[in-house]
């Protein structure tokens, strides 16, 4: 089983909606969940990064983790031609010296 | 956020070359990971290495795998006898200020014909 499984997508919304994105996870013991975005050929870049269950919000981009269900979201709000890129969700164990465990990544387009 | 320059940016190389990849961070940092993404595959922990010593590797990196920090400074992946499998984007990261935050640099894409 798979420890972190994502939607490979591709996923194409129009500028201006609203995009979830959702990963989940087998490991209950992870504390930890990233969200990091990709665009092609660069690497990773951390967005949001959340402890236990909860919401975070910072600007347009809202991170969600329910530890019940494994669940991890990641809601962008007026999506941008500029957010077009691949979505990775991560989770990491408390004690995993930074070993993050990464989903596949969700590739998205904002159409202008 | 701190930072991190990977050398080469892109690197090919025949089949049985070693191959070394390098990272260098902007300020003193005392942990360092790699880790591998394969085109079109997921970004996979290779190793972590904190006061010059390796605390953590995966199954992936193998007797062929080596890091080092030769010069205080630069921080180093070696492959010593590269395999068509090799070819990937190798990434360098360093930790943040907070537990779980990992920055990543931005690749060193290795190709083995």
């Known amino acids: 089983q798979k420890e972190v499984e994502q939607d490979p997508g591709p996923l194409s919304v129009p500028e201006g909606a609203i995009v979830s994105l959702n990963c989940t996870y087998s490991n209950s013991a992870f504390q930890y969940f990233m969200w990091y975005r990709q665009y092609s050929r660069k690497g990773p870049e951390l967005l949001m990064y959340t402890y236990s269950s909860g919401n975070k919000e910072d600007g347009r981009f809202t991170a969600q983790v329910d530890k019940s269900s494994k669940y991890i979201s990641l809601f962008i709000r007026d999506s941008q031609p500029s957010d077009s890129a691949t979505y990775l969700c991560?989770?990491?164990?408390?004690?995993?010296?930074?070993?993050?465990?990464f989903g596949q990544g969700t590739r998205l387009t904002i159409n202008p | 956020e701190p930072e991190v320059t990977q050398t080469p940016s892109h690197q090919v190389t025949q089949m049985g070359q070693e191959v070394i990849l390098r990272c260098v961070p902007i300020?003193?940092?005392?942990?360092f990971y790699w880790y591998r993404q394969i085109l079109g595959q997921k970004v996979e922990f290779l190793v972590s290495?904190?006061?010059?010593?390796?605390?953590?590797k995966s199954e992936i990196f193998d007797d062929q795998f080596s890091v080092e920090r030769p010069d205080g400074s630069n921080f180093t992946l070696k492959i010593r006898s590269t395999k068509l499998e090799d070819s990937a984007m190798y990434f360098c990261?360093?930790?943040?200020?907070?537990?779980?935050?990992?920055?990543f640099g931005e690749g060193s894409r290795l190709t083995v014909l």
């Open positions: 990261a360093l930790t943040g200020t907070g537990h779980g935050e990992l920055f």
């Open positions: 991560a989770a990491i164990l408390i004690q995993g010296a930074q070993k993050l465990v």
């Open positions: 290495f904190y006061n010059n010593e390796i605390s953590e």
């Open positions: 300020s003193n940092h005392l942990y």
